[in-house]
């Protein structure tokens, strides 16, 4: 960019600015961004609303579409708002007001609308013309005492008009139905509650303020989602969520058993979680049908009329129902999670993420506020009636001279103001009375008036001037609005329950699968398969010429496979998807990405409880947890790295506190296992110092039952006095003792 310093500004041009782009860009996405945090996706803690949920019933309000009311079409409504109050699209105009009367959206909804306004099944609304609105007693709650000075008003976007900044909010919007939005760099997702519990709460925090969210939690036991469902999350993981305001909460259809008699059955779900779409939902399920990844499940049903009712039909009546229905919570939106993030615009219009206690007190702080702006523009109401009332009491004091001066005098109101000290506006009202007001019933109701006005002009004084008055009137408003809302109320009991995690750990990989034993075999060039139950005795067995059986292992059905190569990768088979015993099998190679020169030197039975040790050709090795083995590709999971021409030699279980390794060169080394570091994957230590040659084998014992080994005719042979073997990790070794195993190996066996 050319450099502007030395520009003269004056041959740019009356309307030409000159910025760096850099400055001009950052400058105007600032504005940008904090419009659509404050004005478009945060609600404010106080009513809870966005701009545009302010408005559309600031609007109904004008068009007096109160409860009591009929209903008004949309299409005038939406019209209102855009031409009055929210510069903006009427499409955005009316999604906003058809979410404020949907039941299933919202928990108390703000709208009543009539018509059709989309359903469960993600239908959408008729258009505006078709549908007509009016308020809801919550809605109109919102705006109770708009009209006595109860909070601040600015001028509309054309500044023709004024506009609430924010509602007196006479009900807990923000926590009752929640709220959803998404800004620049931050997001809102507050989950409906319900009002009575949140009433409660508030009660509760009035007499203590710095009540424990746990004493909260007592009252405002979760979310109540408008469409019901069953909340499983750990209540410690609620009390973080709630103290923090993040968390989330894991949320599960409502289902039962429905017995159709002779031992058949079918599930029925009654209630879907918050937000899901129940014809997508039962599309992912009939795809999971599809695609087999249910195959427990037979068929699926939409039989909802105005009630949900998904038919779930099992394959076999011998399914347990909640293995099933704990398969399908894992693979559909039959369970989610609803997402708490309270991030709200606070008083001064700050956003920030607050905890369930700041959200109610700021709920309250406003209230309280909302009463004493309320408290001041009754009482000047009053001190006004008063100083009129006040003028009437001297007229009809002295009714003759003011009969007199009114008659006679020139200019009778200076002559009034005179004679009885009167105010401007005393003396006015005076004129203006009429003569059949002066009788002495008028004076009586004069007095009256003048005295329940004094009255409650003390009580308001008492009341701006006591902070437990104030709170004692809120707590009356609040009991009110739980008396409406109770939980014994239609709309108001809790329709989301509680329940703890069913003790089911369900494995989708294994679950369909029926668990009979096989014995797995692989030959010496690699060729697998699977035998019917335990087969002890392989004589029979055939191989292809030249072949013959390299590891035979007992397993199930339901058992993971692991073979370790020597490039030091493990790869993982399931045991059901192996070939039959009928022939020789499959190559292994077809199954895996197991290279040409890479051999198999393990094969076993996955078992995630125990630890295991690896060691490479060139006398490197660690321990390593079974459970970090599997591998979810082909290419198997690298574990045991290996180069410059070394390679995986053995994988052993450690079966006790020794490990005894031996060198090509037949020196053995003892010493103990705690002394190998335990790693996820890497070279390793050295195991043991050798001049020249490479590791030969490895093994682990006990020192109670001590070293042994298999000798040329697979006999079991103890190695006496061990114990002078004995050294510490990565030394030379003694040579083995007479009579050692030949071939210089501990076992032949290279099964775990």
């Known amino acids: ?318 399914i347990a129902p909640e293995l099933l229905m704990e398969s399908l919570f894992k693979l559909s939106e039959l369970e989610t999670r609803a997402s708490l993030n309270m991030n709200v615009l606070d008083a001064t219009g700050t956003p920030r993420v607050m905890g369930l206690r700041e959200v109610l007190q700021s709920f309250l702080d406003h209230r309280r506020e909302v009463l004493q702006r309320r408290s001041r523009q009754r009482l000047g109401k009053i001190e006004d009636r008063m100083e009129i009332l006040e003028g009437y009491r001297i007229a009809f004091l002295n009714l003759d001279e003011v009969i007199r001066i009114i008659r006679f005098e020139d200019e009778p109101k200076l002559e009034l103001i005179k004679a009885f000290k ?128 390299a590891f035979a292992l007992p397993a199930y059905t339901t058992d993971k496979i692991v073979m370790f190569a020597s490039n030091g990768k493990f790869y993982t088979l399931s045991a059901d998807k192996l070939p039959g015993g009928r022939g020789n099998g499959e190559p292994i190679r077809l199954m895996v990405d197991l290279q040409d020169e890479h051999t198999p030197i393990g094969l076993f039975v996955h078992n995630p409880e125990r630890q295991l040790l690896v060691a490479s050709t060139d006398g490197y090795g660690f321990r390593v947890d079974e459970k970090d083995l599997i591998a979810s590709k082909r290419g198997g999971k690298q574990i045991l790295n290996v180069k410059d021409g070394a390679e995986a030699l053995r994988c052993v279980e450690i079966r006790g506190e020794k490990i005894a390794t031996i060198g090509e060169n037949r020196k053995i080394l003892i010493y103990n296992v705690e002394e190998l570091p335990v790693l996820g994957r890497g070279k390793g230590v050295r195991l043991q110092k050798f001049k020249d040659g490479g590791l030969a084998d490895i093994t682990t014992f006990t020192a109670l039952e001590g070293l042994s080994y298999l000798d040329a005719s697979s006999r079991r042979n103890n190695v006496s006095e061990w114990q002078i073997l004995e050294g510490k990790r990565a030394q030379a070794g003694r040579m083995a003792p007479r009579g050692f195993s030949r071939a210089g190996v501990f076992t032949m066996d290279k099964r775990l």
């Not at 993040?246 to 058949?264: N, V, Y």
Request: aromatic share 6%; hydrophobic share 40%.
């Open 1 to 318: 960019m050319t450099d502007t310093k030395d520009r003269n500004p004056a041959k740019s041009g009356p309307n030409i600015v000159i910025e760096n782009i850099d400055d001009a860009l950052s400058s105007r996405y600032l504005a940008y961004a904090m419009t659509t945090i404050t004005q478009r996706a945060l609600p404010d803690v106080r009513d809870g609303l966005k701009p545009v949920h302010r408005r559309i019933l600031y609007a109904m309000r004008q068009l007096k579409l109160n409860p009591e009311n009929s209903h008004k079409k949309c299409a005038r409504i939406v019209g209102d708002v855009m031409g009055q109050y929210h510069p903006h699209g009427d499409a955005s105009i009316y999604d906003a007001l058809v979410k404020l009367s949907q039941t299933f959206a919202a928990r108390y909804p703000l709208i009543d609308g009539q018509g059709n306004f989309g359903n469960i099944d993600g239908d959408s609304a008729a258009a505006m013309r078709y549908t007509e609105a009016r308020m809801t007693g919550a809605g109109k709650a919102l705006l109770e005492g708009l009209d006595e000075d109860a909070v601040d008003f600015k001028a509309t976007y054309n500044e023709e008009d004024e506009e609430p900044v924010v509602l007196p909010a006479g009900f807990p919007n923000l926590l009752a139905n929640g709220s959803q939005g998404i800004a620049v760099g931050m997001a809102t997702s507050i989950p409906p509650h319900n009002a009575a519990e949140l009433c409660n709460a508030a009660l509760h925090l009035i007499k203590a303020p710095n009540a424990r969210i746990e004493t909260l939690l007592e009252h405002v036991k979760g979310p109540d989602f408008p469409t019901g469902g069953i909340i499983v999350e750990p209540r410690e993981n609620m009390i973080e969520a709630y103290a923090t305001g993040r968390g989330g909460f894991k949320t599960r259809a409502r289902w039962e058993i429905e017995d159709l008699g002779r031992g058949q059955w079918q599930i029925i779900v009654t209630e879907i979680p918050y937000q899901v779409q129940k014809s997508r939902l039962i599309e992912k399920l009939a795809e999971l049908i599809e695609t087999k990844r249910a195959p427990w499940l037979a068929d699926v049903r939409d039989e909802s009329a105005e009630d949900v009712r998904v038919v779930l039909e099992p394959k076999s009546k011998n």
């Open 422 to 549: 009167l105010t401007d506006r005393q003396a006015e009202a005076i004129l203006n009375m009429r003569l059949r007001t002066l009788n002495k019933l008028q004076e009586i109701e004069i007095q009256s008036e003048h005295g329940k006005l004094g009255d409650e002009k003390k009580g308001i004084e008492e009341l701006l001037a006591s902070d437990q008055l104030q709170w004692s009137r809120i707590a009356g408003q609040i009991r009110e609005v739980r008396d409406i809302y109770g939980l014994k109320t239609e709309i108001g009991k809790r329709r989301t329950s509680f329940a703890d995690m069913p003790d089911i750990e369900i494995d989708l990989a294994t679950a369909f699968i029926s668990k009979e034993p096989i014995t797995v075999v692989m030959s010496e060039m690699g060729w697998i398969r699977a035998l019917k139950g335990k087969v002890e005795d392989l004589s029979t067995l055939k191989f292809k010429e030249g072949d013959g059986p």
